[in-house]
């Protein structure tokens, strides 16, 4: 295991552009959402072990997704974080079908939804698309991360660790950068900096 001392920024082009790193460990931590369908490893190009892959359905943010994120960043040296989301996301789904109806799923599921709705209030959003839902949910995400975690929020003062809100297309593998947070710059020209 290698602490990486690359920026944020430098490891986001590379693996947006889907380039392998040549560093020995993790270079990033991608909290994805479960039911994608398709690994951080496949969606950046990257061979197993150079991403620390944390999944839940929903991006349901609980103590192990925490301390996972900062075992990357305090014991790992990762610099970036991204929260990945992805098009036509289940859980997604059905927080706009509870926005609609007014009326949340049974069981473990309906907290990963009341987290989605309590993200659309929260950004302000529509939640007139399972896109709109998903955008802000995984920018509240991050938020909620930083909010939860004294170790990240530490390294996102210092400018050592930057965070990514972005989603793919399973079936293409294109990216969409939502928002950035901390010391992290991407080359889209139009996205919301937190």
């Given at each position: 295991?290698?602490?990486?001392?690359t920026?944020a920024?430098?490891?986001?082009?590379?693996?947006r552009?889907?380039?392998?790193?040549?560093?020995?460990g993790p270079v990033?931590?991608?909290f994805?959402?479960?039911?994608?369908?398709?690994s951080?490893?496949?969606?950046?190009?990257?061979?197993a072990g150079?991403?620390?892959?944390?999944?839940?359905?929903?991006h349901?943010?609980?103590?192990?997704?925490?301390a996972s994120?900062?075992y990357?960043?305090d014991?790992?040296?990762?610099?970036?974080?991204?929260?990945?989301?992805h098009?036509?996301?289940?859980a997604?789904?059905?927080a706009?079908?509870?926005?609609?109806?007014?009326q949340l799923p049974?069981g473990a599921?309906r907290?990963?939804?009341?987290?989605?709705l309590?993200?659309?209030?929260?950004r302000?959003?529509?939640a007139?698309?399972?896109a709109s839902?998903?955008s802000a949910?995984i920018?509240?995400?991050?938020?909620s991360?930083?909010?939860?975690?004294p170790?990240?929020?530490?390294?996102?003062?210092?400018?050592?660790v930057?965070?990514v809100?972005a989603t793919?297309?399973?079936?293409?593998?294109?990216?969409?950068v939502?928002a950035t947070l901390?010391?992290?710059r991407t080359?889209?020209s139009?996205l919301?900096?937190?």
């Amino acid at each position: 295991m290698s602490i990486n001392t690359t920026d944020a920024t430098t490891i986001w082009r590379g693996l947006r552009a889907g380039r392998p790193w040549p560093v020995e460990g993790p270079v990033a931590a991608v909290f994805r959402c479960a039911d994608a369908g398709i690994s951080s490893e496949t969606v950046f190009g990257q061979s197993a072990g150079s991403l620390v892959d944390i999944s839940t359905w929903g991006h349901t943010v609980d103590t192990s997704v925490l301390a996972s994120i900062e075992y990357a960043v305090d014991a790992l040296g990762v610099a970036l974080v991204v929260v990945l989301g992805h098009d036509d996301c289940p859980a997604m789904r059905a927080a706009l079908q509870a926005w609609k109806n007014a009326q949340l799923p049974d069981g473990a599921m309906r907290s990963a939804v009341e987290n989605a709705l309590l993200s659309v209030v929260r950004r302000g959003a529509a939640a007139d698309c399972v896109a709109s839902v998903t955008s802000a949910h995984i920018i509240d995400t991050a938020t909620s991360l930083v909010q939860r975690s004294p170790a990240l929020a530490h390294k996102i003062d210092r400018h050592e660790v930057g965070i990514v809100c972005a989603t793919v297309s399973p079936g293409t593998h294109d990216i969409t950068v939502h928002a950035t947070l901390g010391a992290v710059r991407t080359d889209d020209s139009v996205l919301e900096r937190i």
